[in-house]
């Protein structure tokens, strides 16, 4: 089975703090993404990753940067949190194109910045 | 980009009875339409999918359709049950991205 890890289910920051979420995949995948659910929003793409080092921006990235030094871990960076930072952070990756087109979804960080 | 739209956004059925949910999508180059299932406290997961070349797909009590023509697909559940109650979501894709609709709760009531 595929396995997403996500490193924490709730997190609450300052306004302000750097904020570090962490995403561990376990089946070799080339893609990640990192996404945001808010109600009635559903999910909004912040970046993807393709390949180890690389990176595109997705609908929302504005405040957000990433970082994938390894194949299986993706790390979604807020540089300076805002109160418009609260929200349900999910972690996704997929095998590369060609093969199954499913992708596989972590079981979220909900970010409280107070 | 795309725009994925989806609804109902709330929809309260009887036990027993048929779901329906509907999406429409805007880029005629979307090619992949997977449907997750949030459960509380959980990631998505899919529950069925389908590709542009199939007009319809069944996996026991869920059934996809798509009409490429007129942009929309539509989830099917029938003879629903109390653990069908959840957040669904459609989903339009070309290559790398995914775009999600905004969700339907669905609520089954015993």
């Known amino acids: 089975d595929v396995k997403v890890t996500q490193s924490s289910r709730y997190l609450v920051k300052r306004t302000g703090e750097k904020v570090f979420l962490e995403c561990v995949q376990d089946?070799?995948?080339?893609?990640m993404f990192w996404y945001r659910q808010d109600p009635g929003l559903g999910l909004r793409l912040i970046y993807f990753?393709?390949?180890?080092?690389?990176?595109e921006k997705g609908d929302i990235p504005e405040g957000y940067s990433v970082s994938r030094e390894k194949k299986e871990r993706f790390s979604l960076i807020l540089e300076s949190a805002s109160t418009n930072q609260t929200s349900m952070y999910l972690c996704?990756?997929?095998?590369?194109?060609?093969?199954?087109?499913?992708?596989?979804f972590g079981p979220g960080t909900r970010l409280t910045v107070t | 980009g795309e725009n994925v739209e989806q609804h109902p956004s709330t929809l309260s059925v009887q036990e027993g009875d048929s779901a329906v949910i509907k999406c429409t999508y805007s880029?005629?180059?979307?090619?992949?339409f997977p449907w997750y299932k949030q459960e509380l406290g959980k990631g998505p997961q899919l529950i069925i999918d389908?590709?542009?070349?199939?007009g319809e797909k069944k996996d026991q009590r869920i059934a996809v359709t798509l009409n490429k023509t007129a942009k929309h697909f539509s989830l099917h559940i029938t003879e629903t049950q109390p653990e069908d109650s959840a957040v669904y979501f459609c989903?339009?894709?070309?290559?790398?991205?995914?775009?999600f609709g905004t969700g339907t709760s669905l609520t089954v009531i015993p």
């Open positions: 996704a990756s997929r095998p590369g194109t060609g093969s199954s087109y499913e992708q596989y």
């Open positions: 089946m070799d995948h080339e893609n």
């Open positions: 990753s393709y390949d180890v080092k690389m990176k």
């Open positions: 880029d005629s180059a979307s090619n992949y």
């Open positions: 389908i590709r542009s070349n199939v």
């Open positions: 989903a339009a894709t070309y290559g790398n991205q995914f775009y």
